[in-house]
């Protein structure tokens, strides 16, 4: 299917485990973006990506890391979850101008 | 740093009230504008952009105009109805890096 896909859409995880969310676009954009969105902060920019291998630092990258070794895939992983780090996190892929977004996931830390 | 900035909300309107949700931006260069809209328990969706000076976005009865005199892009509807009711965001793209950020989002609830 075209379009942008977010995996797992639900995940629940413990505190100090690993966990990685994945982002896969089909169209070969080379944006990627990986946000969260939390009550009272709409969303918030953790990393983006111009192109395949290129990544940079948003406004809030403690605590994760991302890699790009292919254009069409921008996964984000939480090294050590923390309970702060609850939120929904989108993906989304740009062009020139809008970027598209994924339906989201839901991480739950305990 | 760049940044956008929005209304607070959440807002309340009657159907067929008029909207103003404001946004303002901070930005270095010239950046493109947009305004996304959010239903409940979806993903972002693209309501309408400018990508330079004095162009009006519109779609779907909402109206923007990229004003850098001001750096605002306020968002407008002329008569709205329930099915409006969502989150919407102001957000713009820096034209040198590529960056995409967003404001806090603005809650709009339309009442029958």
């Known amino acids: 299917d075209a379009g942008i896909t977010q995996s797992p859409r639900y995940k629940i995880t413990e505190t100090g485990r690993q966990v990685t969310l994945m982002c896969h676009q089909t169209?070969?954009?080379?944006?990627m973006f990986w946000y969260r969105q939390d009550l009272g902060h709409g969303l918030r920019l953790i990393y983006y990506s111009a192109a395949a291998d290129i990544t940079d630092k948003g406004e809030v990258p403690d605590g994760y890391v991302v890699s790009r070794s292919k254009t069409e895939n921008f996964p984000l992983t939480l090294e050590s979850a923390t309970r702060s780090q609850t939120s929904v996190y989108f993906c989304?892929?740009?062009?020139?101008?809008?970027?598209?977004f994924g339906q989201g996931t839901r991480l739950t830390v305990v | 740093g760049n940044s956008v900035t929005q209304m607070e909300g959440p807002v309340t309107l009657s159907e067929e009230a008029f909207l103003t949700i404001n946004c303002t931006y901070t930005a270095t260069g010239y950046p493109s504008l947009f305004w996304y809209v959010q239903y409940p328990g979806e993903g972002l969706q693209l309501l309408l952009k400018?990508?330079?000076?004095?162009d009006k976005g519109s779609n779907k009865g909402f109206e923007a105009t990229y004003r850098k005199e001001t750096t605002s892009f306020h968002l407008e509807k002329g008569s709205v109805q329930v099915s409006d009711s969502a989150v919407y965001f102001c957000a713009l793209k820096d034209g040198n890096t590529g960056k995409l950020i967003f404001g806090q989002g603005t809650t709009l609830q339309v009442k029958p």
């Open positions: 400018a990508t330079k000076a004095d």
């Open positions: 169209w070969s954009h080379s944006y």
């Open positions: 989304a892929s740009s062009e020139r101008t809008e970027a598209f």
